[in-house]
């Protein structure tokens, strides 16, 4: 469920019309509802009560201030994968003992940085980054908390791209090396090993991976506190998906997920960590854009709108699927028609639809694709010197620009002429 709604014929979110919004900021931009955002949450945080438990938001999927805030507001703790994520989650006010650092390729300044502003526990990927936090730990006289990340070698079912937890993947350390792993962190200097991480994809569709996942790590738990390790934490990572169609069978509820959570691993008595972004932020975005053109091809007609590829990269990258609705709700007996979809960069890339079955469209309308509020903003880019576009959350009645669309002259001013030209 999102609160993105039609009202007497024109789209809402939550009380304020999308149309009075786009007068006010100019298209494109992205627009996101804090009451959907809180109540994705809550579905997590409640799935998994019973059980000591942190949600931690992946902040991956959209890292603006103001996610953030309203998120950690609500209790919310942080998944990050970079020293700029860490900075972000520290900068909205998220407490150091409630972000959770992942990722391959932490680099020594990213280390120093989150055990110098505190961490609650480092995800660890690799021997080699193993050695490297405690090389770290122990020259700042501190000892760093941390899980090693297992790949369980499980299909996700998910587009390539997105899956994690294959053996053929960069991510992780071979379920079958774990014993031998975890030992040699208990062997380093300023480490303290807290538990066992695991991430398999995003945008899973089934439960049937998750529970091959976690049935793994169960019986990995029993084996390792009988080597002599305290496992005490279990992060299993997040992955769960959004419809990214009305029409499409719904991808299961957090309550489901959160019910396999207990019947796989529950019995262990460790505190449970997961990492949902997309559930939580996607359905809770939109991107607003107009339409510049309607033109006619050869057997076909393109919609030319003033949102492009570098707004919203996802079609182009993974062909990915976002409903497009027109602002103004159109008449129920209206004859759909097909269009190509597309922006105005100068790639044949730049599609976000084929034979895209919609309303009679004209230049313009308004259109909103649903579904853009996870890696939309945060996968933006400049590209054709486009600025960056606005993001806007509601409250209510209420909305607030959160991120402003730059000038040119801010653009072109962050380059610096050397002395020679």
Excluded at 85 to 99: D, P, T
Excluded at 286 to 292: C, G, P, T
Aim: charged share 20%.
């Amino acid at each position: 469920m999102d609160h993105f709604l039609y009202r007497d014929g024109a789209l809402f979110a939550e009380d304020i019309a999308v149309a009075e919004i786009a007068a006010a900021v100019e298209t494109p931009f992205y627009l996101y509802s804090t009451a959907t955002l809180l109540r994705h949450y809550r579905l997590f945080d409640e799935a998994l009560d019973g059980l000591p438990h942190l949600v931690c938001y992946a902040m991956k999927a959209n890292s603006n201030q103001a996610i953030l805030r309203t998120l950690a507001e609500a209790g919310a703790g942080m998944d990050v994968v970079s020293g700029g994520e860490y900075a972000r989650a520290k900068a909205a006010g998220v407490s150091a003992e409630r972000i959770v650092f992942s990722g391959v390729g932490k680099t020594l300044a990213e280390i120093r940085m989150a055990l110098a502003g505190g961490i609650r526990q480092f995800n660890v990927e690799s021997e080699p980054e193993l050695e490297a936090i405690s090389a770290v730990a122990v020259s700042m006289g501190v000892v760093a908390p941390i899980t090693l990340r297992v790949n369980p070698d499980v299909d996700a079912r998910t587009h390539a791209k997105i899956a994690t937890g294959k053996s053929e993947n960069k991510f992780g350390i071979p379920i079958a090396r774990a014993r031998e792993v975890y030992a040699q962190a208990a062997s380093l200097p300023g480490l303290k090993v807290v538990g066992i991480d695991v991430h398999i994809g995003s945008q899973l569709t089934q439960l049937e991976p998750f529970e091959a996942a976690y049935k793994k790590v169960a019986d990995l738990t029993d084996v390792l506190r009988a080597d002599g390790h305290e496992i005490t934490r279990l992060d299993l990572g997040g992955g769960l998906g959004i419809p990214y169609t009305r029409s499409n069978e719904a991808p299961p509820l957090p309550t489901d997920y959160g019910a396999l959570i207990k019947r796989t691993v529950g019995h262990l008595g460790c505190e449970i960590e997961i990492e949902p972004g997309r559930l939580i932020a996607g359905n809770a975005g939109i991107l607003v854009s107009r339409v510049i053109y309607v033109k006619s091809g050869e057997g076909r007609d393109f919609l030319i709108l003033d949102a492009a590829m570098n707004d919203l990269i996802r079609p182009a990258m993974y062909d990915a699927y976002h409903d497009i609705v027109p602002v103004v709700e159109a008449a129920a007996a209206v004859e759909l028609r097909p269009y190509d979809v597309v922006g105005p960069v100068c790639e044949s890339g730049d599609t976000f639809a084929k034979g895209r079955q919609m309303p009679p469209v004209v230049a313009g309308d308004l259109l909103a694709f649903r579904s853009a509020g996870a890696y939309g903003a945060v996968m933006a880019s400049e590209y054709n010197t486009r600025p960056l576009i606005p993001e806007v959350l509601v409250h209510g009645d209420q909305f607030a620009v959160i991120r402003a669309r730059p000038t040119f002259d801010e653009i072109i001013n962050r380059d610096t002429i050397p002395p020679w030209l």
